[in-house]
């Protein structure tokens, strides 16, 4: 009687060792493509992020000689960093709400998919 059991649990055995592997199998793609959709992201923002701060330089430089026509050049560069020392500080102030919770939000949404 027990040797029949044997025999008939030994294929279910098999089918539920295939079916954890299978699982198995399924959770590390799953997290290979997490992994990749998130080192892309990054990726992505360190390109945008380089870019910008030549676009910011550009920019800051063609202000500073703009307001050279209208005063002295020492004048109009500090200006310019006092415009970049204020945008500083509102970003530092705003840190929680502007790059903590959607960087948050982010990878919660990328791992909990």
């Not at 290979?32 to 360190?46: I, R």
């Not at 970003?91 to 909990?112: C, E, G, M, N, Q």
């Amino acid at each position: 009687m027990f040797k029949n059991t044997a025999s008939h649990l030994h294929p279910l055995w098999e089918e539920v060792k295939e079916y954890l592997k299978l699982n198995v199998e399924n959770a590390k793609l799953s997290a290979a493509e997490k992994v990749v959709t998130l080192l892309s992201a990054v990726a992505l923002g360190v390109i945008i992020l380089v870019l910008g701060i030549f676009i910011l330089i550009f920019l800051s430089i063609s202000l500073a000689q703009l307001l050279c026509n209208f005063m002295h050049p020492a004048w109009a560069y500090l200006i310019v960093g006092g415009v970049f020392l204020l945008i500083s500080a509102v970003v530092i102030l705003l840190r929680k709400t502007l790059i903590i919770d959607p960087v948050s939000r982010f990878i919660s949404r990328i791992f909990l998919s």
